[in-house]
C-alpha cells in the first residue's frame, strides 16, 4: 500500500443498487493508498447495503494502519448512518 490518498467520490446514493461498483472502487482504493478520502456532500439516498460496505472497509483500513476521512458528509448520510447504527462503525461519528 503506498503512501498516496484515494479520493472517491460517493455520488447521490450509497445503496444496494450500486452496492457492487462502489465496492469495487473501495477495493482498488484499499491497494493503491493509505488515506481514503469519501467525498459525501452529494448523498441523497443510503440504506444499510450500502453502509455496510464502507463497515467492511472501515475494518480493512484499520488493519493497515490506514486512514478513511469523510468529506462533508451529507444530513442524509449522517442521519442514515445514525438511524441504522453504523456511525460509530464508519467513523461517521467522529
Known amino acids: 500500500m ?8 460517493c455520488g447521490s446514493s450509497l445503496t ?11 477495493l482498488s482504493a484499499i491497494t493503491s493508498a493509505s ?11 443510503a440504506d ?3 453502509l455496510q460496505i464502507f463497515v467492511a472497509l472501515h475494518k480493512e483500513v ?12 451529507s444530513d442524509v448520510l449522517m442521519q442514515a448512518g445514525v438511524t441504522l447504527g453504523l456511525s460509530g462503525f464508519i467513523g461517521l461519528s467522529e
Open 35 to 45: 488515506s481514503i478520502e469519501l467525498k459525501a456532500d452529494k448523498v441523497e439516498k
Open 16 to 26: 444496494i443498487a450500486n452496492a457492487a461498483a462502489i465496492h469495487q472502487e473501495l
Open 48 to 50: 444499510m447495503a450500502g
Open 2 to 9: 503506498s503512501s498516496d490518498k484515494h479520493v472517491i467520490d
Open 62 to 73: 484499520e488493519k493497515t494502519g490506514g486512514k478513511i476521512i469523510w468529506d462533508k458528509p
